[in-house]
């Protein structure tokens, strides 16, 4: 293959394939949707995470500039400037297209434009040849053994130390790409942010080190957990070149944007809330160690072969994995994110290493084929779990979460015609993201971060179902929801004669109904949510 058509390869065919093969999974749900139900564009394994980031988007759809959290009943003001999903709902408005299709249209944009930002960092770092293609094969599909581990001795054997390949979506390549319609603009955001960084710090001219900022204030906008980490990698890279002038270029554009976050996280009480319930224990060093073992024991063989000048010729890859692997012991409650991305400095190392060893023996490309085979072929049952248990977890017909029942959706878009998104909708926990993701209503719980309130709304909901005066639950009822979503448990609840929640019908105004879903507004005279 001559130097033009290798060129085609990697700038074209590569980013373009992954666009193809990452969007794949979406559409192969969408072909297995069951009669009467729709696929909601959400793969596992994370379904109340896509619900909150297609919440936001539908507030962008009905017009919103800022955001609120939409998974409490708790009234306030909207808070959050979320470019990326303001960008996705509005896009969805114009065309008139369906959310979760025009979110996959994003998707896939960010995932060329990642592997785009990743190509030019790796040239940038000098990576020709076998280094070069052995580091984007790598970044790509690599995984741990986690998989191996699991089936040698078990999971119970493993315990809480399970390989962070087989659960953190972070760490992976493949799966950041895949998963989420963000995750792609952050890893490109990042990977450009290092690649100005080098350049600024290796003092070509400022505009590269504005560049570093102004792509640090956007990630920070968007998805800001790996702020820190880059701002430290920043510190170190001016240290190490005795460029000090790059920090307050960086800082400049940054600055502004990091204040804002920082006094909003503090501020604001539901967003301190959030903090407090969103905590991100840390994987176990065993689990870290399991799950990006190939690139690691790579980039470890590449030291001991080049030794200080491998170390210094590779001095920013070694400080920006260092970081995410020391970082995410800190005491943040998001602590976890630090490792976002973890593995594309190891992979770099990785590629780096596999050219060093190569050329020590003298095997050329296929020594170095040959060992790029290996850490797949060592990552392979990793991704064989991966796989299976995405496949299974679609399996699982449960409302709301991968798919839901066409009664449902039609319960659900009669309910987004009326009234307004401020209003608080009651219905079961499974189905509580799709109200938020559809309506742009508030359900009163539902997200294991952004319910703020969801210890003081299951103590409520208990004393719903529990013995009393139904003229008192119906007046608990109505202060904190305008609306009841009845469907599964809830419905049965409802519509049995010997159901707790049977007192409803007499106290509210049925609005929509069908065979598997039904929808309850407050009676004319009760009061509004306090």
């Given at each position: 293959?001559?130097?033009?058509?290798?060129?085609?390869?990697?700038?074209?065919?590569?980013?373009?394939?992954?666009a193809l093969?990452?969007?794949?999974?979406?559409?192969?749900?969408k072909l297995?949707?069951?009669?009467?139900?729709?696929y909601?564009w959400?793969?596992?394994?994370?379904?109340?995470?896509?619900q909150?980031y297609?919440a936001?988007a539908?507030?962008?759809y009905?017009g919103a500039?800022?955001?609120?959290?939409?998974?409490t009943?708790l009234?306030?003001?909207?808070?959050?400037f979320?470019p990326?999903?303001?960008?996705?709902?509005r896009?969805?408005r114009?065309?008139?297209?369906?959310?979760g299709?025009?979110?996959?249209?994003?998707?896939?944009a960010g995932?060329?434009?990642?592997?785009?930002?990743?190509?030019?960092?790796?040239?940038?770092?000098?990576f020709r040849?076998s280094a070069f293609w052995s580091?984007?094969?790598l970044?790509?599909?690599?995984?741990?053994?986690?998989?191996?581990?699991?089936?040698?001795v078990?999971?119970?054997a493993l315990?809480?130390?399970?390989?962070?390949?087989?659960?953190?979506?972070?760490?992976?390549t493949?799966?950041?790409l895949?998963w989420?319609?963000?995750?792609?603009?952050?890893?490109?955001l990042?990977?450009?942010f290092?690649?100005?960084?080098d350049?600024a710090?290796?003092?070509?001219?400022?505009?590269?080190?504005?560049?570093a900022g102004?792509?640090?204030?956007?990630l920070?906008?968007?998805?800001?957990?790996?702020?820190?980490l880059?701002a430290?990698?920043a510190?170190f890279?001016a240290?190490?070149?005795?460029?000090?002038?790059v920090?307050?270029?960086?800082?400049?554009?940054?600055?502004?944007?990091?204040?804002?976050l920082?006094?909003?996280?503090r501020a604001?009480?539901?967003?301190a809330?959030?903090?407090?319930?969103?905590?991100?224990d840390s994987?176990s060093?065993?689990?870290v160690?399991?799950?990006?073992a190939?690139a690691?024991?790579?980039?470890?063989?590449?030291?001991?072969?080049?030794k200080r000048?491998?170390?210094?010729?590779?001095?920013l890859?070694?400080?920006?994995?260092?970081?995410?692997?020391?970082m995410?012991?800190?005491?943040?409650?998001?602590?976890?994110?630090?490792?976002?991305?973890v593995?594309?400095?190891?992979?770099?190392?990785?590629?780096?290493?596999?050219?060093a060893?190569?050329?020590r023996d003298r095997?050329?490309?296929?020594?170095?084929?040959?060992?790029?085979?290996v850490?797949?072929?060592?990552?392979?049952?990793?991704?064989?779990?991966?796989?299976?248990?995405t496949?299974?977890?679609?399996?699982?017909?449960?409302?709301?979460r991968?798919?839901?029942?066409?009664?449902?959706?039609e319960?659900?878009?009669?309910l987004?015609?009326?009234?307004?998104p401020?209003?608080?909708?009651?219905?079961t926990?499974?189905?509580?993201?799709?109200?938020a993701?559809?309506?742009?209503?508030?359900?009163v719980?539902?997200h294991?971060?952004?319910s703020?309130?969801?210890a003081?709304?299951?103590?409520?909901?208990a004393?719903?179902l529990a013995?009393?005066?139904?003229k008192e639950?119906?007046?608990r009822?109505w202060e904190k929801?305008?609306?009841v979503v009845?469907?599964?448990?809830?419905?049965r609840?409802?519509?049995?004669?010997r159901?707790?929640?049977?007192?409803?019908?007499?106290?509210?105004?049925?609005?929509?109904?069908?065979a598997g879903?039904?929808?309850y507004?407050r009676?004319?005279?009760?009061?509004?949510?306090?």
């Amino acid at each position: 293959m001559n130097e033009r058509a290798r060129t085609a390869v990697w700038k074209f065919a590569w980013p373009l394939g992954w666009a193809l093969l990452t969007a794949a999974p979406y559409f192969a749900a969408k072909l297995a949707a069951p009669e009467g139900w729709r696929y909601l564009w959400i793969l596992p394994p994370y379904a109340a995470d896509s619900q909150a980031y297609f919440a936001w988007a539908r507030q962008a759809y009905l017009g919103a500039f800022l955001f609120k959290l939409k998974f409490t009943s708790l009234h306030h003001a909207p808070f959050l400037f979320q470019p990326f999903f303001w960008a996705v709902g509005r896009a969805a408005r114009l065309t008139g297209a369906e959310l979760g299709a025009v979110s996959l249209v994003f998707k896939s944009a960010g995932v060329v434009l990642f592997w785009t930002a990743f190509r030019r960092l790796a040239e940038r770092l000098g990576f020709r040849g076998s280094a070069f293609w052995s580091a984007m094969i790598l970044a790509g599909f690599g995984a741990g053994i986690g998989g191996t581990a699991l089936s040698l001795v078990g999971p119970d054997a493993l315990g809480g130390h399970r390989p962070i390949d087989l659960w953190l979506i972070d760490a992976s390549t493949w799966w950041a790409l895949t998963w989420n319609a963000l995750f792609p603009y952050s890893l490109a955001l990042i990977v450009f942010f290092v690649e100005t960084l080098d350049r600024a710090s290796d003092g070509e001219p400022p505009r590269w080190a504005w560049l570093a900022g102004a792509a640090l204030a956007l990630l920070m906008l968007v998805h800001p957990y790996a702020a820190p980490l880059l701002a430290v990698l920043a510190a170190f890279a001016a240290a190490l070149r005795r460029r000090p002038g790059v920090l307050w270029r960086i800082a400049l554009p940054a600055a502004p944007v990091a204040a804002y976050l920082v006094w909003i996280s503090r501020a604001h009480p539901l967003v301190a809330r959030h903090g407090e319930l969103g905590r991100m224990d840390s994987p176990s060093w065993t689990a870290v160690l399991l799950g990006l073992a190939p690139a690691l024991a790579l980039a470890a063989w590449g030291l001991m072969l080049g030794k200080r000048e491998f170390l210094r010729r590779h001095a920013l890859l070694f400080a920006w994995a260092a970081a995410a692997l020391l970082m995410c012991r800190l005491p943040a409650w998001f602590q976890r994110k630090f490792l976002f991305g973890v593995q594309l400095p190891l992979s770099l190392l990785a590629g780096a290493a596999v050219a060093a060893i190569a050329e020590r023996d003298r095997g050329g490309a296929r020594t170095a084929a040959g060992l790029v085979a290996v850490a797949l072929a060592l990552g392979a049952p990793s991704w064989a779990f991966v796989v299976s248990n995405t496949r299974l977890s679609l399996g699982i017909r449960e409302n709301g979460r991968y798919y839901a029942s066409r009664d449902l959706l039609e319960a659900l878009e009669d309910l987004a015609r009326r009234g307004s998104p401020d209003e608080a909708v009651l219905s079961t926990r499974e189905t509580a993201g799709l109200v938020a993701m559809t309506t742009g209503k508030a359900a009163v719980w539902g997200h294991w971060a952004q319910s703020v309130d969801a210890a003081d709304t299951d103590r409520w909901f208990a004393a719903l179902l529990a013995p009393g005066d139904p003229k008192e639950k119906s007046r608990r009822l109505w202060e904190k929801a305008d609306y009841v979503v009845a469907e599964g448990d809830l419905k049965r609840e409802i519509d049995s004669e010997r159901g707790r929640l049977r007192w409803l019908k007499a106290s509210a105004r049925l609005l929509y109904s069908n065979a598997g879903a039904s929808v309850y507004g407050r009676p004319t005279a009760a009061p509004g949510p306090s």
